[in-house]
Nanobody, 122 residues
C-alpha cells in the first residue's frame, strides 16, 4: 500500500507560480511511475504530467508542457509539479497518482492522493 498526500495548492494570480508536492508513505516511490491529474468543476479528470521510474517525462498537450515541470526525488519519496505562468483555466483540484506504467488514463493508476485545490484568479 502507498499513501499519497498532496500539498502546495492555493490561490494565485494569473501569471504566478506554484509548486505542488506529493509525499508518499508506505512504500518507496521508486517502485512506481507517478503522475499528476487535475479535475476542474464540471469536467472529467485529466492527465497533466507523468514521470517514469527512470525519470522519463510525459506531458499533456497544449501549453502545459511549456509551463509545467514534473520531477521526483526518490530519496525524499516525493514528486513535484512546478507550475509557471498560471492561467485561470488551470484552476482545478490536482491529484497525484502512482502506478506501474505512465498513462494518460486514470484507471491505470493504483494509488491516489486526496487532491489539492489550485485557484488562479484573473
Amino acid at each position: 500500500q502507498v499513501q499519497l498526500v498532496e500539498s502546495g495548492g492555493g490561490l494565485v494570480q494569473a501569471g504566478g507560480s506554484l509548486t505542488l508536492s506529493c509525499a508518499a508513505s508506505g512504500r518507496t516511490l521508486s517502485m512506481y511511475d507517478m503522475a499528476w491529474f487535475r479535475q476542474a468543476p464540471g469536467k472529467e479528470r485529466e492527465f497533466v504530467a507523468g514521470i517514469r521510474r527512470n525519470g522519463g517525462r510525459t506531458y499533456s498537450g497544449g501549453s502545459v508542457k511549456d509551463r509545467f515541470t514534473i520531477s521526483r526525488d526518490n530519496a525524499k519519496n516525493t514528486v513535484y509539479l512546478q507550475m509557471n505562468s498560471l492561467k485561470p483555466e488551470d484552476t482545478a483540484v490536482y491529484y497525484c497518482a502512482a502506478g506501474r506504467l505512465t498513462s494518460p488514463k486514470d484507471d491505470e493508476y493504483d494509488y491516489w492522493g486526496q487532491g489539492t485545490q489550485v485557484t488562479v484568479s484573473s
